[in-house]
Each structure stands twice: as C-alpha cells, then as structure tokens.
C-alpha cells in the first residue's frame, strides 16, 4: 500500500546511544518533514528536506542529524541520545513546500532513560 | 514559539451540540491547515485554506480563514462520538511553506 511509514513505532534506549528512526514514503514526494510532538509545546519541526541531498533546519534541530540520499527516505539519527529528546517523533511528506498537506506517518514513540 | 495560538485548548460538549475552535497567527497567514489527531496515532489531514474568506466544508466540519485578522475557525456542526480527537492548525510562515508551525491542539471530547 503506498503511504509514509515510520519504525520503529516504539524505542527504548539510554543516554549517550545513538538512535535512528527510519520514515519511508511511496509517493514520491519531494519534500519530506521530521517533527516532535511534547506536552507543552505541541509539535516542532526538527528537520526539512525539499529533495533529495538537500535538508535545513527547522525549529528544534540540535541533538538531530538527517540525510536524504534516495527521494523516498529520510532517516532521522540522534547521535548521542538525551533525556529531552524523550518524545513522540512524526514524519511527514507533502507533494512540493508550498500549498500542499503533509502526509504524517503513524510516529514513533522514543523513551531514553 | 508560539506563532499559532488556539482556543480553547480543550471542549468537552454533549453529542448533538456545535462547536467552533479559533486559531490565532502572530504572523501573516500564506495560507492554513487543519488536521485532527487521536490518541496515539498520526494527523490526518482535514482541509486547507488560501485565500482570505475562503471557506471549506467536509461532512459536518466547516473551516474559514480571516486574512485579515490572521485567524481561522474551524466548526463542527451536530457533534458525534466520532469528532472525538485533538484539532491541530498548522501554517508556513512564508509562502514557499518551508518552515511549518502547528498550534499546540484543542481536545475535543463528546459525550454520548
């Protein structure tokens, strides 16, 4: 079935780990979105990406790295894991930047103890 | 940051009853977005609006966009169990959409 997939759905690790959580889509669209979702703060773009090999920063980015090397996928990666990123992870795809809906996948629920 | 501001945060009304949640810019709106979440899982993708005083309809749901006041209603008319959810707005602070902010939500319940 075409859509936006995210795994894994749940993780648990500890701090100083890295993590990366995997977004898949299969529209083929070019832009693509790494948010967090927290109580208090709702959600927060941490990445963006408009095509392949071209990423920027969004609100929250320190602590995340991205890359974007096949259109379809956009990897999210925490180098060193923290306690504040302790979250709910959603990704999310649109056709182009402007005037289209994103897309979000189910998320991924990231416990870091 | 706090670029969209939504009301009330949460609504707890009796099925049958209509229903109207505001979202609020702080920036000039290109444009805006309404998604609805359940517990636990992704936004689905509910309506988007351009341009100023453009209204749009999908089942009993109605969104409208004030440009002007940088401000977006969205009313849910004969409430059902099935509304039940958090209502998110999210709009791009530029016209390319490249940057997105997403209000922080308003949970809807509905009582049977």
């Known amino acids: 079935d075409a859509g936006i997939t995210q795994s894994p759905r749940y993780k648990i690790t500890e701090t100083g780990r890295q993590v990366t959580l995997m977004c898949h889509q299969t529209?083929?669209?070019?832009?693509m979105f790494w948010y967090r979702q927290d109580l208090g703060h709702g959600l927060r773009l941490i990445y963006y990406s408009a095509a392949a090999d071209i990423t920027d920063k969004g609100e929250v980015p320190d602590g995340y790295v991205v890359s974007r090397s096949k259109t379809e996928n956009f990897p999210l990666t925490l180098e060193s894991a923290t306690r504040s990123q302790t979250s709910v992870y959603f990704c999310?795809?649109?056709?182009?930047?402007?005037?289209?809906?994103?897309?979000f996948g189910d998320g991924t629920r990231l416990s870091i103890l | 940051s706090q670029e969209l501001e939504q009301s009330p945060q949460s609504l707890i009304v009796q099925e049958g009853k209509n229903l109207t949640i505001n979202c609020t810019s702080s920036?000039?709106?290109?444009?805006l977005y309404w998604y609805k979440q359940k517990y636990g899982e992704g936004l689905i993708f509910l309506m988007m609006l351009q341009k100023g005083g453009e209204e749009k309809s999908h089942e009993k749901i109605t969104a409208k966009l004030d440009e002007k006041k940088q401000q977006s209603s969205l009313h849910i008319t004969a409430s059902q169990p099935s509304h039940a959810g958090i209502y998110l707005c999210?709009?791009?602070?530029?016209?390319?959409?490249?940057?997105?902010?997403f209000g922080s939500g308003t949970k809807l319940n509905v009582k049977p």
């Open positions: 920036k000039t709106l290109y444009g």
């Open positions: 999210g709009a791009g602070t530029s016209y390319n959409f490249n940057k997105f902010y």
């Open positions: 999310a795809s649109s056709e182009s930047g402007g005037a289209q809906p994103q897309h």
């Open positions: 529209w083929s669209h070019s832009y």
